[in-house]
């Protein structure tokens, strides 16, 4: 791969990866049944979701069957050590992503055929958010740090091209002069 914004996305995939894999490992054992920001999910809700997302996007990336992505839905990924699960499928799927080819493949998605580049963007906000879904329902350190926050905030198109997907809330109150790079993520994304 040598187009730079491709290693670039790759490495904030990594960062993303690293403050998800974080917020897995501070979470006690009697936190997994805490509510989280995402209503009806709990801790464990969010942590097997974002981690057979894994799976999922792998396979897209790879261009598995539609049968195969939709099977996977029924499996359950989290196990007895979550940081261990997401090392990994998240090692597989950083893999599939970095092959030749792979971002500018077509994936058929429950949101309509996109890119390989586009499901990275997707997981990137995943993992990003996802990771502050842990923190806030266990009490853990919801920082998500401002580079992984500038690039996402980038990804406004997205998110609100997805918004009728139902893959994120309404937009909550407008950004004021005063918040961080996260406070305005959180608030494109519809987070509370």
């Not at 790879?62 to 029924?74: L, Q, Y």
């Not at 998605?109 to 990137?124: F, K, N, Q, V, Y």
């Not at 990771?131 to 350190?141: E, F, K, P, Y």
Request: with cysteine; aromatic share 4%.
């Amino acid at each position: 791969m040598t187009d730079l914004a491709d290693q670039a996305d790759l490495a904030h995939l990594d960062a993303a990866t690293a403050l998800l894999r974080a917020r897995l490992a501070d979470v006690a054992p009697d936190q997994w049944d805490a509510p989280s920001p995402c209503e009806g999910w709990t801790a464990r809700d969010v942590a097997e979701h974002v981690i057979g997302d894994a799976v999922r996007y792998r396979l897209w990336v790879i261009g598995a069957p539609a049968e195969e992505v939709t099977a996977s839905r029924a499996l359950t990924f989290l196990g007895d050590d979550p940081v261990a699960a997401l090392d990994e499928i998240q090692g597989a799927l950083r893999a599939a992503f970095a092959e030749p080819g792979a971002l500018d493949r077509t994936a058929r998605h429950s949101a309509g055929d996109i890119t390989g580049r586009d499901l990275l963007e997707l997981r990137l906000l995943e993992q990003t958010l996802h990771a502050w879904d842990i923190a806030v329902a266990t009490g853990s350190d919801p920082a998500l740090g401002d580079d992984l926050c500038a690039r996402l905030i980038g990804s406004a198109a997205t998110i609100e091209r997805l918004r009728g997907h139902g893959y994120y809330g309404p937009a909550t109150a407008l950004a004021g002069p005063g918040d961080s790079l996260q406070d305005r993520l959180l608030r494109l994304a519809g987070r509370r």
